[in-house]
């Protein structure tokens, strides 16, 4: 008899998780320095669905386990066209970090640098141009994406929006 892992999520098994930096930080106490891991990673199930955690802990393996506690608090959903690209250009900001998005042809790739690409490939975008403004920060950057990708929005949301409908959008 084959034994089944009883799982919180069915959609559990589909979450993949990347760990963009881990960064060796000191706090000053009384006794000297403490030394402590941050964890930023991303988790995403490349079907529109994305969030960016960030975990701090005493140990690298500590500090993970918490950044994807933290990135499972924080998902959003996007909307994905059928070219797996975005419907419309977009930007997001976070800290001094602001991220433009722009949607491309199919087959053009992801098309952009550090945490950015990151976020958006495991969204499940294939076609994209991105450019990243302001800092080189890797965590505001991801941040930054996330907020660009949450401010996306479909033709029928817009039309609802409006109570006009669909069709109408496109005289």
């Known amino acids: 008899m084959i034994k089944k892992k009883n799982l919180k999520n069915k959609d559990e098994i589909n979450w993949e998780e990347k760990v963009i ?18 964890a930023v990673l991303v988790i995403g199930n490349e079907k529109g669905q994305i969030g960016v955690g960030v975990g701090k802990a005493n140990d690298v393996i500590g500090a993970v386990k918490k950044g994807v506690s933290d990135a499972k608090k924080h998902i959003i959903d996007t909307p994905i066209t059928k070219s797996y690209s975005i419907p419309h250009p977009t930007s ?60 996306i929005r479909t033709f029928q949301e817009t039309a609802n929006n409006r109570n006009i409908p669909l069709t109408y959008l496109y005289k």
């Open 92 to 151: 997001g900001e976070s800290g001094a970090a602001k991220i433009i998005l722009r949607p491309s042809a199919t087959g053009c790739g992801v098309i952009a640098g550090g945490a950015t690409r990151t976020v958006l490939e495991l969204a499940g975008i294939k076609n994209i141009l991105a450019k990243q403004l302001g800092s080189n920060n890797t965590l505001n950057n991801a941040r930054a994406t996330l907020n660009a990708l949450k401010n």
């Open 21 to 38: 930096q881990v960064k060796r930080v000191t706090k000053v106490v009384k006794g000297g320095k403490k030394l402590s891991f941050r």
